[in-house]
């Protein structure tokens, strides 16, 4: 169990946003190629009904992606991603007003309208700005929260790049580099996102949640992205379609190391882990209390 650490928040608007109890961030794929078949949305119905599920099941965020990131996925540039994105962001906007959106997205221009244009109040590049290097000056200049990911290469050749001569110290020692840079350029809400399933092997990202504790040390905010991922379905010889129950089991394991947002395609059952499992720490703070 972790002990205890200094409360995180993040600044949404001006406003800060506790995330002692963790949140929960609905995933929505405005594309026709991600890996799970069920997230895909592309027309403005599936757009609004996608929403308004994420928020009913307790979504405190809904992250938008125009772009796939598997590595048989075609990259696509700033312009047409912005051609996929902008119309959906701008009809979220118009039946939610009020909803906290992320933005998947790894280029500068993308992230500089959607947060200008649409109110977008988050950045979650997958690249920790190596795709795009203006990325970083402008999050700064932005003002908003940046979720900042491990990952090397690109999402076509990510997975070409999972040599490590240490893998754990190699993925902290980049955190420890481009939060410092971050910091350097005034961003001063940046969340953690390990990467699980980015340049990594299976055994790689079962070795990250070992570890995951120790990304603490950096005393920000720590995403985990696991939800039906291949770390699942490889392991235990299935397919996304059928890898729900092992995303709640790793989810609650990454909860119970202290992470902070949860980024899933199934919100309500990842609410349900958030809720047992501060129940528990809960309990096991009494019990503890009791027993000194």
Known sequence: MQSKEKVKTINLNGELMNLSEPRVMGILNVTPDSFYSGSRKQSERDIVERCGQILREGGTFIDVGAQSTTPISRLLDAKE???RLMPALRLIRKEFPQALLSVDTFYADVAKEAVEEHGVNLINDIS???IDE?????VARLNVPYILMHMRGTPQTMQQLTDYDHFVQ????????KVAQLNQLGVNDVILDP?????KTVSQNYELMAY???FHIFEE???VGISRKSMIYKLLGSTPEQSLNGTSVLNTVALLSGAH????????EAVECVKIVQELKHKLKVCSRISA
């Open 212 to 214: 995951l504790k120790y």
């Open 170 to 177: 190699e993925v902290l020692r980049y955190f420890a580099e």
């Open 128 to 130: 920790g700005g190596q």
């Open 261 to 268: 947002i949860l980024r899933v395609h199934d919100v309500k």
């Open 221 to 223: 905010p720590i995403l």
């Open 134 to 138: 203006q990325m970083f000056p402008t």
């Open 81 to 83: 991603e912005a051609g």
């Open 195 to 199: 990467g699980f399933g980015f340049s």
